[in-house]
């Protein structure tokens, strides 16, 4: 137990300094852009009509000709007040925005996450059982293929089948149009999610099938498995005893460090079926210069992304027996 | 009657030479041997002359591009695919080499029960496991804690938990110290007095000497004597040349050995396997050579009647 809370303690200090790290990458490389923080937030025109005290007061207001070190200790010390400033686009508080965003994200991405881990996890194990069987061959066939199409253009595929063709789902947005908000009910987000949840987790099986795959024929090629046969066991028999036992730990781990994968999968998934998550919200961002909402994405998505791996890695100690007793003797 | 009688076993791997040429490899060519019940037979060839393989054939458990010819009878029954599948892990059991055959994330107790339920199970493999001087902590410990002399006798308690007729232990006694291997070695006694047939593979000529009633010696695919143990007490009774050349390499002996080494599995002369080392090669040994009875035992040897003292 003791151990426990200075692992956590250690990786929680550990996130601290990545979240710092990503936090200055991210701002050196906008403060070296060329958006210009009058141009983007008056406009180019208006920037025209106004006199040159007008503008020395604005340029004042946005911090224009401060130190870059000046304006990140302003702007950190604001974000870790919980102020990440206001969305030039939206015109709303950067965190109102992204709880709302991330609320819809997070369902898709969670849906998402879920199927390509319980399916690609059944077909690894009866592709990796079966070694060379037709089964095998036709998984391992989905895999390669999936894993060498581009997420968009399956997106766009699965969109014309399913959406324009045969009309089983809506063919974007999250919530029924000319519907008022109160009146969205969890399955209709549910019924605008599914696509592409789906799509997402379509390539999310390749990785996590391919990996199992390979974990099981390594156990089944194992000395144990051989005495298991030696003692009489069918190959049903020794995946569920010894295969399982011995793949759902890495598959579980390599589960939650894919979510860096699925989340920038959603990035385009959600711009191909106008899906208003944290993803689309991410580009929206960065085509209109809103860096406010740019900087805190950055952030948030780091933070999910290092709570995944984090999450794996604890796991791994709680469950792992060789892990958890060995600190103990 | 034998319980166990292995008639002129091969054993062969496909293997890929270039691209898309395939050979045989050969690695076992001539193998024979029989084990009675109440008794310890030892098999002894040096590391890596193809000894394991003999287990795997007779468990039926060879790797998939593995093939074996000749007769293998248990019962005085032929042992085909089928009759060993009913037999494998109840009357037939393996003792493996060591820890890499325990399942690193089970339980030793789930692992000599294999799995079967309820409180008996739980009782028997204690009652086992306390035969052999291991406490009921045991069987709640991971593979990972157990020391290599406890990982052996939790797969010795993993044989004989289906009170075995044949036991096949298959090195179980390296990385042990002398004591610990002799009594390891006891624990294969004890199932020989209660009448199981006991074969042991090993490459410790010997612990086998000692502990064992019969000693198959097994060279480059062969096996060229088959002899009492005590005929290991001095060489005049010894049958074939190299099982001489062996006992005048042992310790206690003279501590010498011979030049030369044993060939390579692609390498198969014409007529003994020996004669390219055997000081006592004639023409004779060009032919064939059959596996004949002499005093007792066997040996695969034309001038047999030259180790006739």
Known sequence: MKHLIGFITKNLLRMVLLLLCVAIVTFALISISPIDPLSANVGQTALGSLSAEQIAKLEEYWGVGQPPVTRFVAWAKDFIRGDMGVSLLYRQNVSAIIGERLKNSLLLMTLAWLLSGILGFLLGIIAGARKGSLADKLIQGYCLTISSTPVFWLALILLLIFAVWLKWVPIGLSVPIGVEAADVTFLDRLRHAILPALTLSITGIANICLHTREKLIDVMNSDYVLFAKARGDKTGRIVRRHGIRNILLPAITLQFASISEIFGGSILVEQVFSYPGLGQAAVTAGLGSDVPLLLAITIISAAIVFAGNFTANVLYGVIDPRMRKGVKR | ?309
């Open chain 2, 1 to 309: 009657m034998p319980l166990l009688k292995v008639e002129n076993l091969s054993i062969s791997f496909r293997q890929y030479t270039k691209a898309f040429q395939q050979t045989a490899l050969i690695v076992v060519r001539a193998l024979d041997l029989s084990i009675n019940p109440g008794e310890m037979v030892a098999i002894v060839g040096s590391s890596g002359s193809g000894k394991s393989l003999l287990a795997h054939a007779i468990l039926g458990i060879l790797p998939y591009n593995a093939s074996m010819a000749g007769r293998l009878y248990y019962d005085d029954k032929p042992l085909d695919k089928k009759r060993v599948e009913t037999l494998r892990g109840k009357e037939i059991v393996l003792v493996p080499q060591g820890i890499t055959y325990l399942d690193p994330l089970m339980k030793a107790g789930r692992q000599i029960h294999n799995g079967q339920r309820g409180k008996a199970a739980h009782q028997k493999t204690l009652s086992i496991l306390s035969r052999y001087g291991l406490d009921e902590k045991t069987a709640e410990r991971y593979p990972f804690e157990l020391s290599g002399g406890m990982a052996r006798r939790v797969l010795i308690s993993s044989a004989v938990y289906s009170e075995p007729r044949l036991v096949i232990a298959d090195e179980p006694t390296p990385g042990l110290h002398i004591q610990a291997a002799r009594r390891v070695l006891g624990h294969f006694r004890e199932m020989a007095e209660k009448d199981a047939g006991v074969l042991l593979i090993t490459h410790d000529l010997e612990l086998a000497r000692q502990t064992c009633d019969r000693i198959v010696v097994f060279y480059a695919g062969y096996t060229i004597e088959e002899a009492l143990a005590r005929d290991f007490d001095q060489v005049e009774t010894l049958r074939h040349p190299y099982t001489r050349a062996l006992w005048q390499a042992m310790p206690q002996n003279r501590f010498s050995a011979e030049d030369g080494r044993q060939p390579a599995a692609h390498i198969n002369p014409e007529g003994c396997i020996y004669a390219p080392r055997c000081k006592d090669a004639s023409d004779l040994c060009r032919q064939s050579i059959p596996y004949q009875p002499l005093r007792g035992g066997y040996v695969r040897c034309i001038r047999k009647e030259h180790y006739d003292t």
